[in-house]
C-alpha cells in the first residue's frame, strides 16, 4: 500500500493543476512533452501541502468529543459510534509532498520547512490513534511497522530540534503561503511545537528534571524564540475560490454543527466577550441527543449557535492553528508544574489577553481577577491545573483536535459523556481506531501495534500519554 501510495503522490499534485480532473491512466506517452521537466517542482508541493493544513486543525470530531461543538441533525459521532478512520491518504498526500521536498535537496530551508510541516501533521495522527507508520513510512516501504508513540514523539520533537538548527541566511523558501519566506517565523513555529509536543508528555514525565520538562526548557530557550504574538500566528489565510476556509465549506449548504450547550454555558458563566465571535448566538445545543430531540431543539430554537460568527467563516477568511494564546497558556502550565521559573501570573495572563486580541477583544481586569480566572495557588504546585486548563480550553476553540487531546491530558475541563452514548462504556473515545485499509493492506503490522495497546484497538483504550 505505501509503496504504491508513495509513487502517486509524486504525479498527483503535479497534475491535478495541469489536468484538473481527468484521470491518469487517459494518458499514454504519445504527448509526453520531452522538453518538460520529470522533477517535483517544490514550490507547488508546498503551496499544496500548506494550502490544505489547516484542515487538521478544523475536523469536527475532536471538537465533539470535547463538547466545543454538538450535532443538530445526525449525531451518530456525539454519541460515540465507532470512530474508525484510515490515515493512509494523508501519507499518500501531504507527508509525502513534503517528504518529496525533503529528498530533493534544492534548498536547506525549504527543506528545513517541509520537516516542520511534516511533523506537525504526524502530530496530529499520533495524537488520534496512537502508534502510527513513522520510521518506515514515506521510504517505499509497502507494510512499515508501526512505532511506538513514544518513539514518535521523540522522534517529532528530534525532527524539530534538528529543522530549527538546519536553517541558513541563504536558501530559499519558494511556495510559502504562510510566513512567504520568513526563516525567523519558521524557527518560531518549530520551537513552538517542541514545546507543546513536550508538555503534552505531562503525564509520562512529570517532574522538572524528566524528558518533557527538558525538551520543553530547550524549546523555550532556543534562540529562534516561540509564538509570542498574534502576528506570529501559524495562521492559512484563505484567499477563497478554490481554496476555501474549512470552516466555510463545513457549512456550506448544511447546519449540522453547533456550539454545545456546555460551552456556551462555560462562557456565558464567565461573562466571556469572545462568545460574540466564538458563535452566532449564546443559545447551545444540549450535547449528545438523539435526533428526534436534537431536531426538536433547534425547531424550537430558530437562533441555536453556529461554529463561529458569520464574519469569521467567509470563504476568504483565515484558520489559526497555533496562536500565541496557546504558547503562553503552555508556559504558564510550566511555571505551575515548576517547570520553569517564569512568572506564572504573568505568562497566564498574557495568554488570555493574547487570546481575546485574536478575537479582536480586550481582557479587562474585571475578568481577570473573578475567581473562575485568576490563579489561586503559587507556583510550582501544579495546584492552578485546572484554572489554566480552562483557559486554554477557550483559547484552542474551534481546534477541536487539540480541544480534545488537552482535555485527555488534564481531565479539564470536567466533561458529561452524552446522555444517549451508543457505545458499549457509554464513555467519551479516548482514540481513534485503525481504519479498514489498514487491516486490509498492512494486516501483520497493524495487528502487532492493536496487539500492544492496553484494552486493544477500541476507541476507550488510550493512547501511550494518555496512560
Known amino acids: 500500500m505505501y509503496k504504491y501510495l508513495k509513487i502517486f503522490s509524486i504525479i498527483v499534485p503535479l497534475s491535478i493543476a495541469a489536468v484538473g480532473c481527468k484521470k491518469l491512466d487517459d494518458f499514454g506517452d504519445t504527448n509526453v512533452n520531452p522538453g518538460s521537466t520529470t522533477s517535483p517542482i517544490v514550490g507547488a508541493l508546498l503551496t499544496n501541502v500548506q494550502s490544505g493544513v489547516a484542515g487538521f486543525a478544523a475536523e469536527t470530531r475532536g471538537g465533539l468529543y470535547c463538547q466545543y461543538f454538538s450535532e443538530t441533525q445526525y449525531p451518530e459521532a456525539s454519541l460515540y459510534a465507532a470512530p474508525q478512520f484510515n490515515f493512509d491518504g494523508t501519507y499518500a498526500g501531504p507527508l509525502y509532498d513534503l517528504q518529496n521536498i525533503i529528498l530533493q535537496k534544492t534548498s536547506v530551508n525549504q527543506s528545513a520547512v517541509a520537516k516542520i510541516l511534516k511533523s506537525y501533521i504526524y502530530w496530529t495522527i499520533t495524537d488520534k490513534f496512537g502508534d502510527i507508520p513513522y520510521s518506515q513510512a514515506l521510504i517505499g516501504n509497502a507494510t512499515p511497522k508501526y512505532d511506538t508513540q513514544e518513539a514518535v514523539?521523540?522522534?517529532?520533537?528530534?525532527?524539530?530540534?534538528?529543522?530549527?538548527?538546519?536553517?541558513?541566511t541563504t536558501s530559499v523558501i519558494t511556495g510559502d503561503i504562510i510566513y512567504k519566506g520568513d526563516v525567523a517565523s519558521w524557527k518560531r513555529l518549530g520551537n513552538s511545537l517542541r514545546l507543546l509536543m513536550a508538555l503534552r508528555l505531562s503525564k509520562k514525565y512529570p517532574t522538572s528534571s524528566d524528558y518533557a520538562a527538558l525538551q520543553f526548557k530547550a524549546a523555550l530557550a532556543d534562540a529562534g524564540g516561540v509564538i509570542a504574538d498574534n502576528t506570529q500566528n501559524f495562521t492559512v489565510a484563505y484567499p477563497g475560490g478554490n481554496f476555501r476556509n474549512p470552516w466555510f465549506v463545513t457549512y456550506e449548504g448544511r447546519s449540522d454543527f453547533a456550539q454545545s450547550k456546555f460551552f456556551t454555558d462555560l462562557v456565558g458563566s464567565l461573562g466571556d466577550a469572545r462568545q460574540a465571535s466564538f458563535g452566532t448566538s449564546t443559545v447551545g445545543v444540549p450535547y449528545g441527543l438523539i435526533r428526534v430531540d436534537a431536531v426538536a431543539f433547534?425547531?424550537?430554537n430558530a437562533n441555536w449557535s453556529r461554529i463561529l460568527k458569520g464574519d469569521k467563516t467567509p470563504e476568504n477568511s483565515p484558520v489559526v492553528i497555533v496562536s500565541a494564546a496557546q504558547v503562553f497558556l503552555a508556559r504558564a502550565e510550566a511555571a505551575d508544574r515548576g517547570w520553569t521559573t517564569e512568572n506564572l501570573t504573568t505568562t497566564y495572563e498574557a495568554g488570555i489577553k493574547a487570546s481575546f486580541a485574536q478575537w479582536g477583544y480586550t481582557a479587562s481586569t474585571a475578568y481577570l481577577t473573578q475567581s473562575s480566572v485568576a490563579l489561586s495557588a503559587a507556583a510550582g504546585t501544579a495546584a492552578n491545573l485546572q484554572t489554566i486548563a480552562?483557559?486554554?480550553?477557550?483559547?484552542?476553540?474551534?481546534?477541536?483536535?487539540?480541544?480534545?487531546?488537552?482535555?485527555r491530558r488534564t481531565g479539564f475541563p470536567v466533561l458529561t459523556p452524552a446522555p444517549a452514548a451508543t457505545s458499549v462504556s457509554k464513555q467519551i473515545p479516548r482514540r481513534f481506531i485503525y481504519g479498514t485499509n489498514e487491516y486490509g493492506s498492512n494486516a501483520v503490522a497493524v495487528k502487532a501495534a492493536a496487539a500492544l495497546i492496553p484494552g486493544g484497538d477500541v476507541?476507550?483504550?488510550k493512547v501511550w500519554w494518555d496512560r
Do not use: C, H, M
Not at 480552562?390 to 482535555?407: C, I, V
Open 153 to 168: 514523539y521523540k522522534g517529532l520533537i528530534a525532527d524539530l530540534t534538528a529543522a530549527v538548527s538546519e536553517f541558513n
Open 390 to 407: 480552562t483557559q486554554r480550553y477557550l483559547a484552542l476553540y474551534p481546534n477541536g483536535l487539540e480541544g480534545w487531546s488537552e482535555w
Open 459 to 461: 476507541q476507550d483504550s
Open 298 to 300: 433547534t425547531n424550537a
